[in-house]
C-alpha cells in the first residue's frame, strides 16, 4: 500500500490551479520501514515547475513519527482541458 499511497495521489499542481493528467516520465520511491500501527501522515509538494515538467515529492510518516516511504517523480504539466503538452 506505501507504494500505492506515493504514486496515486492527485498531481501536487492541483494546488497550484493547474487540475489534469500529468504523465509520469521518472518514478522513483523507496519503502524504508514497515509502518506501526495507526494512522500515516502524507507529505505531498512540489518545489519545481519550468519548461512543461514539474518534479513532485511524497513522503509518508507513520503514527511513530518515523519516515516509512518516500518518492520523486517528474512528469509533464497538465495542459487546460486535461490534456497534456
Known amino acids: 500500500m506505501l507504494l500505492l ?3 496515486a495521489l492527485p498531481p501536487a499542481t492541483f494546488d497550484l490551479g493547474m487540475p489534469g493528467w500529468a504523465p509520469t516520465l521518472e518514478l522513483t520511491a523507496h519503502v524504508r520501514a514497515k509502518p506501526a500501527p495507526g494512522p500515516l501522515r502524507v507529505r505531498h509538494v512540489t518545489r519545481n515547475v519550468a519548461h512543461g515538467m514539474f518534479e513532485e515529492d511524497c513522503e509518508v510518516w507513520d503514527s511513530d513519527d ?3 516511504a518516500q518518492s520523486r ?3 509533464l504539466l497538465p495542459r487546460k482541458g486535461g490534456r497534456t503538452l
Open 5 to 7: 499511497v506515493v504514486d
Open 66 to 68: 518515523r519516515l516509512v
Open 73 to 75: 517523480q517528474l512528469a
